[in-house]
């Protein structure tokens, strides 16, 4: 679902304080038992993304930025603060911001008997389309990143890792979100396949008007 022209000025997405934090300290029996660490992944984060851009966040491994992501894309809850995706509140209107929303990261997960063609074609029809023209536009897709036209009907598991990847980002953009939220997704790329996805991004992002969120380690992103 592509945002329109004339909303190219509206906030994509809000943060106010978001925080969250992974373990729970244990209870002690007669003061004795071990606490468990508590990790602190974020702490009272703001940001705001404007609709229509490409907008990065940079950190090391282990920052946080997987996190947010998730809490974004709905699949975690906040410990505390307000996180919003076109308006939608990700806690309190899920299926809404869902409708906006698609998702690519490190650890992209398939039917890995089935073959690309059909893992995507069940993502689109997930997401009611798949109908006429998607296996041409799924191809011109792949042309752009590089892979041969016969890696759609062969079964994922014979897929090389970099290949698989480039299919998850294929996928990702096979719906038409308003809202892309990409997890360190050149992961286990080599130069020229990062190249070919940063350029089809922007593509993307000019021809669609869509807003794209970037979480990354790598300063050359």
């Known amino acids: 679902m592509a945002i329109k022209a004339s ?15 992974f373990g729970q300290p244990a209870r002690r029996f007669l003061g004795r038992g071990k606490a468990k660490k508590v990790k602190l992944a974020l702490d009272q984060v703001s940001m705001r993304v404007d609709g229509g851009r490409i907008t990065g966040i940079l950190g090391a491994n282990g920052s946080g ?4 992501i998730r809490i974004l ?23 809404a ?21 059909e893992n995507m074609l069940y993502a689109a029809r997930l997401y009611g389309s798949g109908g006429a023209g998607t296996r041409a536009r799924v191809e011109g897709m792949l042309e752009r990143l590089g892979l041969p036209l016969d890696t759609l009907d062969k079964p994922m598991k014979q897929l090389s890792r970099g290949q698989q990847q480039k299919i998850a980002i294929a996928r990702s953009f ?6 892309l939220l990409m997890d360190e997704p ?6 020229r396949s990062k190249r070919e996805v940063q350029e089809l991004v922007r ?4 021809d669609r008007a ?8 790598d300063l050359e992103e």
């Open 97 to 117: 911001v869902r409708r906006h929303i698609n998702r690519v990261s490190v650890e992209a997960s398939f039917f890995k008997e089935m073959s690309p063609w």
């Open 7 to 21: 909303e190219l000025n509206t906030v994509a997405v809000e943060l106010h304080g978001i925080s969250k934090r």
């Open 203 to 206: 593509t993307i992002r000019r």
């Open 174 to 179: 096979l719906t038409s979100p308003s809202l």
């Open 65 to 68: 930025k997987s996190t947010l």
């Open 186 to 191: 050149t992961t286990g790329l080599d130069p």
């Open 73 to 95: 894309a709905t699949l975690m809850t906040p410990d505390a603060g307000t996180a919003s995706v076109f308006g939608y509140d990700v806690v309190a209107q899920p299926d």
């Open 210 to 217: 869509a807003t794209v969120l970037l979480c990354t380690h």
